[in-house]
């Protein structure tokens, strides 16, 4: 597993999360990162990006009420999740690409190399 993601949970709808997610073993490459997620019977699907730290892009689905950041003194990416809806409930991964990206490909699954195992969200009252 080359990135660890932690930080899942169970959550009633409104409430808030943080995920996180740390390489293992070194430090992050300095390339775009992402978080994606997959609902049960549902593709992986993309949820949000950051590359050249401040670069970062959304899904329509959260954009608003997610945030996703990076903090390179705790070599560790987050993405805090507010207002959640049940419709969010999935397995959230994150993901480090291996070169830069052009805008095209940042939202798509296979631009990136690494992955991590998964963390569970389920949004529930």
């Known amino acids: 597993v080359q990135l660890q993601a932690s930080g899942g949970g169970l959550v009633q709808p409104g409430g808030s999360l943080r995920l996180s997610c740390t390489p293992s073993?070194?430090?992050?490459?300095?390339?775009?990162m992402a978080w994606f997620r997959q609902a049960p019977g549902k593709e992986r699907e993309f949820v949000a990006s950051?590359?050249?730290?401040?670069?970062?892009s959304y899904a329509n689905s959260v954009k608003g009420r997610f945030t996703i950041s990076g903090d390179n003194a705790k070599n560790t990416l987050y993405l805090q999740m507010n207002s959640l809806k049940p419709e969010d409930t999935a397995v959230y991964y994150c993901?480090?690409?291996?070169?830069?990206?052009?805008?095209?490909?940042?939202?798509?699954?296979?631009?990136?190399?690494?992955w991590g195992q998964g963390t569970q969200v389920t949004v529930s009252s």
């Open positions: 993901a480090e690409a291996r070169l830069s990206l052009i805008s095209s490909m940042i939202r798509r699954e296979d631009a990136y190399e690494y």
């Open positions: 073993g070194r430090t992050f490459s300095g390339y775009p």
């Open positions: 950051i590359r050249w730290r401040r670069d970062t």
